[in-house]
């Protein structure tokens, strides 16, 4: 049985439209983009200034599981008492402009203004589900815009 060259086409263009699918829009694009990275804490210390001024430094291990690359990554940072209650929450960004996809890098992100007792714990969480006006907000979104990928 022979088709004709109309239905070829027809069909086509049906499979090329489903296989397009909804384009992201760029907060999803960005959320997308975070959550291929991985992150694990190696460490953490407190270090003070000349001013007697604390800045938390978390040595973290990044891997980025993806195919594009962004050069800053936003996490948040806790210290937990030993009681559970939170002393410290705050976002920090990593400077991964060296980084490449599938291979792991080592960063540290700093917190000023944060202090950990050595009997505190700190986490480092990359945080999902942000509201878009939050996801706006970050450095990789304004990296994303300015065409800034890899």
Do not use: W
């Not at 694990?40 to 978390?58: W, Y």
């Not at 589900?129 to 939050?134: G, I, R, W």
Request: hydrophobic letters at 40%; proline letters at 8%; glycine letters at 8%.
């Amino acid at each position: 049985m022979r088709r004709s060259p109309i239905v070829a086409v027809c069909l086509s263009l049906a499979l090329g439209l489903v296989a397009c699918g909804p384009r992201m829009t760029p907060e999803q694009r960005v959320q997308k983009l975070r959550l291929q990275y991985q992150i694990l804490p190696v460490g953490s210390n407190t270090i003070h200034d000349a001013e007697g001024n604390p800045t938390l430094v978390v040595d973290l291990r990044v891997v980025n599981e993806g195919t594009v690359h962004l050069p800053n990554l936003t996490v948040r940072v806790e210290v937990r008492a030993p009681d559970g209650k939170i002393k410290a929450s705050r976002r920090a960004t990593l400077d991964l402009a060296g980084a490449r996809p599938g291979v792991g890098v080592q960063v540290a992100a700093q917190v000023p203004g944060v202090e950990a007792a050595p009997e505190d714990q700190v986490t480092v969480e990359l945080e999902s589900n942000l509201p878009a006006e939050v996801l706006r907000q970050l450095p990789e979104f304004a990296d994303l815009s300015r065409g800034g990928e890899s």
